[in-house]
């Protein structure tokens, strides 16, 4: 069984508890989550148990009376059971935990939409 993370609407990765011997898993491990819940575009895939998301968002210029889109990219770690489901160009939800490590605090819990094909 999937530990209940206690997040309303995220449903636990379909995959047997042992399957996954990730320690830093919300699901399966023992690191929790709390404080921020964000969402991004996954961007970058590339090292191990990390993905890179990116977090688009619109800041108003006062002085042009527009908007100008700007965007920041965030680690997070990525858990050996969810590892298989998560492609680069999926939006993801993301949670705050500890910190895993030195860029990392911050851990994929669900596939929102998958990206273009
Ligand atoms: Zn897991």
């Given at each position: 069984?999937?530990?209940?993370?206690?997040?309303?609407?995220?449903?636990?990765?379909?995959?047997?508890?042992?399957?996954?011997?990730?320690?830093?898993?919300?699901?399966?491990?023992?690191?929790?989550?709390?404080?921020?819940?964000?969402?991004?575009?996954?961007?970058?895939k590339?090292?191990?148990n990390?993905?890179?998301?990116?977090?688009?968002?619109?800041?108003f210029?006062?002085?042009?009376?527009?908007?100008?889109?700007?965007?920041?990219?965030?680690?997070?770690?990525l858990?050996?059971?969810?590892?298989?489901?998560?492609?680069?160009?999926?939006?993801v939800?993301?949670?705050?935990?500890?910190?895993?490590?030195?860029?990392?605090?911050?851990?994929?819990?669900?596939?929102?939409t998958?990206?273009?094909?």
């Amino acid at each position: 069984m999937s530990k209940n993370i206690g997040i309303p609407g995220v449903v636990p990765p379909k995959v047997k508890p042992e399957e996954c011997k990730d320690l830093s898993c919300p699901f399966h491990g023992k690191t929790r989550i709390r404080g921020k819940i964000t969402q991004g575009i996954v961007v970058s895939k590339k090292s191990k148990n990390t993905v890179i998301i990116r977090r688009d968002y619109v800041q108003f210029i006062r002085k042009y009376q527009r908007y100008e889109r700007r965007n920041t990219r965030l680690a997070c770690h990525l858990t050996e059971c969810l590892s298989n489901e998560i492609e680069i160009g999926d939006l993801v939800r993301v949670g705050e935990s500890r910190k895993i490590s030195k860029t990392k605090a911050f851990i994929v819990l669900e596939k929102i939409t998958g990206g273009a094909v």
